[in-house]
T-cell receptor
Framework: NAGVTQTPKFQVLKTGQSMTLQCAQDMNHNSMYWYRQDPGMGLRLIYYSASEGTTDKGEVPNGYNVSRLNKREFSLRLESAAPSQTSVYFCASSEQGNTEAFFGQGTRLTVV | KNQVEQSPQSLIILEGKNCTLQCNYTVSPFSNLRWYKQDTGRGPVSLTI?????NTKSNGRYTATLDADTKQSSLHITASQLSDSASYICVVSVSRNQFYFGTGTSLTVIP
């Protein structure tokens, strides 16, 4: 009954460091998403994967890469972290793109 | 420009009272409209999804309405509880994987 699980929950990086945010869902959903949420702004789509084996850019993809490892897992990688990437990152999944989306608990990332 | 605007930005109400949150959008074409509840420090949780042909949808004490002609939606919360304190986010879908998020209404319910 886990739903969407994100790891880690918190992370502090130094500018230029790299890291991968992990996301896994156990609902057999086809579509998965990565969002960032910044104060005073709505959630913004970074990348999405409509189905296993496909990924597409969202609204703010610069500085990020993704991998849809299998149907369950969708990871987000920051190759060279910048302070502008300080944010809360949410992973979400849905059965199809236009059905109800389920979100993870979020990863709070600080880049110093 | 595709936009989703929510009002008010924040709201404080007494426990037990009703309230209505507004969402206006200029997104086109329209696929569906969703309301989410986001507790502090947690991910959003879906309350309702409405398509073009649906005017009203309820989920317990939450009732969402949609007027696709005027491009307005509202979320009505009945008999508010302390646990309703959260941010409520309106999301409009254009296509299968294209969404526009409002910035949310922060609701605080006080005893």
């Amino acid at each position: 009954n886990a739903g969407v699980t994100q790891t880690p929950k918190f992370q502090v990086l130094k500018t230029g460091q790299s890291m991968t945010l992990q996301c896994a869902q156990d609902m057999n959903h086809n579509s998965m998403y990565w969002y960032r949420q910044d104060p005073g702004m709505g959630l913004r789509l970074i990348y999405y994967s409509a189905s296993e084996g496909t990924t597409d850019k969202g609204e703010v993809p610069n500085g990020y890469n993704v991998s849809r490892l299998n149907k369950r897992e969708f990871s987000l990688r920051l190759e060279s972290a910048a302070p502008s990437q300080t944010s809360v990152y949410f992973c979400a999944s849905s059965e199809q793109g236009n059905t109800e989306a389920f979100f993870g608990q979020g990863t709070r990332l600080t880049v110093v | 420009k595709n936009q989703v605007e929510q009002s008010p930005q924040s709201l404080i109400i007494l426990e037990g009272k009703n309230c209505t949150l507004q969402c206006n959008y200029t997104v086109s074409p329209f696929s569906n409209l969703r309301w989410y509840k986001q507790d502090t420090g947690r991910g959003p949780v879906s309350l309702t999804i409405m398509t073009f042909s649906e005017n009203t949808k309820s989920n317990g004490r939450y009732t969402a309405t949609l007027d696709a002609d005027t491009k307005q939606s509202s979320l009505h919360i009945t008999a508010s509880q302390l646990s309703d304190s959260a941010s409520y986010i309106c999301v409009v879908s254009v296509s299968r994987n294209q969404f526009y998020f409002g910035t949310g209404t922060s609701l605080t319910v006080i005893p």
